[in-house]
């Protein structure tokens, strides 16, 4: 694949693969993205992952025509970009390699002895250092933490391409068809890979400032060649936590499907009063990263939780936790509780969120006993007329 007259695309699909980071549920598999330049000096961008060394090995050798790469630029050290660098080295002795001072320390703890002492093949580089190819030049930037700490980006100013690490990145590999569009797997990606960093995302942006970016190339997912500003402003709108559709999230574990019903019965009040968008997730049975992407999706959601050993059900409990961990911030949040005897979640999910930053609770909170109740229903029209 040619991405323009002097760069390629050397990457690979990857389609055995159960989880993703070993947590990701990955239905259409996964891309582990490679770019060569060619130049006076020819610079290979990332590795890929284990098991893919010969294909991308050979990918290089029929994109540089033969020729023998000069550099292999490491943007990041984890594992799926960096498995093939000894394999890189054996085949390529003379080529040096071009990262941070801390993805040379990881590279060392990946590969231990085996790799040999490469000390006179490093190339260190820091935030503004640039290497130049010929006519093309790369421009290194430090975006610690966007996912990694060692990560670096780089800005290709000849073509104006940024070589953006994990940042704009999607799960789903290349060699099939994305029919719901970038946005919706990119995001479940970001919130669930990213999510936790914004202060570092957006850091990085400042200094993308001024920078006119052509096309950019992330290490999963396809490469963005047009419309680069509707990219750039998802990923300013999820680093700072804002609102990007105007929504409500309604969130809910059930064990006999009394919460469920109390749950559905909310979603058709909220529809008739004419909410814009409502959407439901069963924590236990949907994709939890799907619910945490929906979460920071929308501006409101509504927690309904089982009360289980006196406190909130386990799948609830996690899911708080995964948006805790993310910096969960800046939405309402409501609570409706179901409990036999003694219910007991409201409370407890309320106290699980009282780090979170810039929340409003509404003021309405549904508590349940088995089966919903004349009362319980008018607790449910309040809490929609708080909502909508
Ligand atoms: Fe695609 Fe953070 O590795």
């Known amino acids: 694949m040619k991405i323009s007259d002097s760069i390629r695309y050397v990457g690979v699909n990857e389609h055995q693969l159960d989880l993703f980071e070993g947590i990701f549920?990955?239905?259409?598999?996964?891309?582990?993205?490679?770019?060569?330049?060619?130049?006076?000096?020819?610079?290979?961008?990332?590795?890929?992952?284990?098991?893919?060394?010969e294909e991308w090995l050979s990918k290089i050798q029929e994109a540089t025509g033969g020729r023998k790469p000069d550099y292999l630029v490491v943007h990041h050290m984890e594992m799926d970009h960096s498995a093939n660098i000894q394999k890189f080295l054996e085949v390529y002795p003379d080529a040096k390699i071009v990262a941070s001072k801390m993805a040379f320390v990881m590279l060392k703890s990946l590969f231990g002895n085996a790799i040999g002492d490469i000390t006179a093949k490093q190339i260190v580089v820091a935030d503004c250092a640039t290497l130049e190819l010929g006519t093309h030049q790369l421009q290194f930037i430090a975006a610690s933490n966007v996912h990694w700490p060692e990560v670096m980006f780089s800005y290709e100013t000849a073509e104006k391409v940024l070589f953006s690490a994990d940042a704009f990145g999607k799960f789903g590999a290349l060699d099939v068809e994305d029919s719901e569009g970038w946005a919706c797997e990119a995001r479940r990606y970001y919130f669930g890979i990213v999510g936790k960093f914004g202060a570092n995302v957006q850091n990085v942006f400042k200094k993308l400032e001024g920078k006119s970016i052509?096309?950019?190339?992330?290490?999963?997912?396809?490469?963005?060649?047009?419309?680069?500003?509707?990219?750039?402003?998802?990923?300013?709108?999820?680093?700072?936590?804002?609102?990007?559709?105007?929504?409500?999230?309604?969130?809910?574990?059930?064990?006999?499907?009394n919460t469920k019903k109390a749950v559905e019965k909310l979603?058709?009040?909220?529809?008739?009063?004419?909410?814009?968008?409502?959407?439901?997730?069963?924590?236990?049975?949907?994709?939890?990263?799907?619910?945490?992407?929906?979460?920071?999706?929308?501006?409101?959601?509504?927690?309904?939780?089982?009360?289980?050993?006196?406190?909130?059900?386990?799948?609830?409990?996690?899911?708080?936790?995964?948006?805790?961990?993310?910096?969960?911030?800046?939405?309402?949040?409501?609570?409706?509780?179901?409990?036999?005897?003694?219910?007991?979640?409201?409370?407890?999910?309320?106290?699980?969120?009282?780090?979170?930053?810039?929340?409003?609770?509404?003021?309405?909170?549904?508590?349940i006993k088995i089966a919903m109740t004349d009362a319980n229903v008018a607790q449910l029209e309040a809490l929609a007329a708080e909502l909508v």
């Open 267 to 367: 979603a058709e009040i909220l529809n008739a009063k004419g909410a814009k968008k409502v959407v439901v997730v069963d924590l236990a049975r949907d994709d939890i990263y799907e619910c945490v992407e929906e979460a920071f999706r929308y501006g409101k959601l509504v927690l309904a939780s089982t009360t289980y050993n006196a406190g909130v059900f386990p799948t609830m409990r996690e899911f708080i936790e995964l948006l805790n961990e993310r910096n969960y911030q800046n939405r309402t949040i409501a609570f409706i509780e179901n409990g036999a005897w003694a219910p007991a979640a409201n409370k407890a999910m309320e106290k699980l969120l009282e780090g979170a930053k810039s929340i409003t609770f509404a003021s309405t909170k549904v508590s």
């Open 214 to 257: 052509e096309k950019i190339c992330s290490l999963h997912g396809p490469v963005l060649d047009a419309d680069i500003e509707k990219y750039l402003n998802y990923y300013r709108t999820w680093s700072s936590y804002s609102v990007e559709s105007e929504g409500i999230v309604i969130a809910y574990t059930s064990v006999y499907g």
């Open 25 to 53: 549920d990955v239905p259409n598999g996964m891309a582990y993205n490679s770019y060569v330049i060619v130049d006076e000096k020819i610079a290979v961008m990332d590795s890929v992952g284990e098991g893919f060394g």
